[in-house]
Nanobody, 126 residues
Framework: QVQLVESGGGLVQAGGSLRLSCAAS????????MGWFRQAPGKEREFVAA????????MYADSVKGRFTISRDNAKNTVYLQMNSLKPEDTAVYYC???????????????????WGQGTQVTVSS
């Protein structure tokens, strides 16, 4: 079992930056592959970024490549999403998710993940 709590969301102007954090409970955080997803009003939840249990492998949605960076600190049980050059279309509720896995590759499908945080709102004004 793992519980996830996101933080760091807020209101920012286009071109600005935010860093989201997701703190996980439990002593086995390093056994989990982690992902970030987002959901805008009236849209389905979509993949943003994911990272393997070790941090050695990452994946990104095409829409955020070169602007967002996912990282993790297993000693702090925390995964981060650094978001730069934000655009109004990045506005959404951002969720972190966890799946128990020590595989090489992270996961992009939301149905693969068994644990979810409550979400944090990111609003980018134009």
């Amino acid at each position: 079992q793992v519980q996830l709590v996101e933080s760091g969301g807020g209101l920012v102007q286009a071109g600005g930056s935010l860093r989201l954090s997701c703190a996980a409970s439990g002593r086995t955080f390093s056994s989990y592959s982690m992902g970030w997803f987002r959901q805008a009003p009236g849209k389905e939840r979509e993949f943003v970024a994911a990272i393997s249990w070790s941090g050695a492998s990452t994946m990104y949605a095409d829409s955020v490549k070169g602007r967002f960076t996912i990282s993790r600190d297993n000693a702090k049980n925390t995964v981060y999403l650094q978001m730069n050059s934000l655009k109004p279309e990045d506005t959404a509720v951002y969720y972190c998710a966890a799946r128990a896995s020590r595989g090489i590759n992270p996961f992009t499908r939301p149905d693969i993940y068994g644990y979810w945080g409550q979400g944090t709102q990111v609003t980018v004004s134009s």
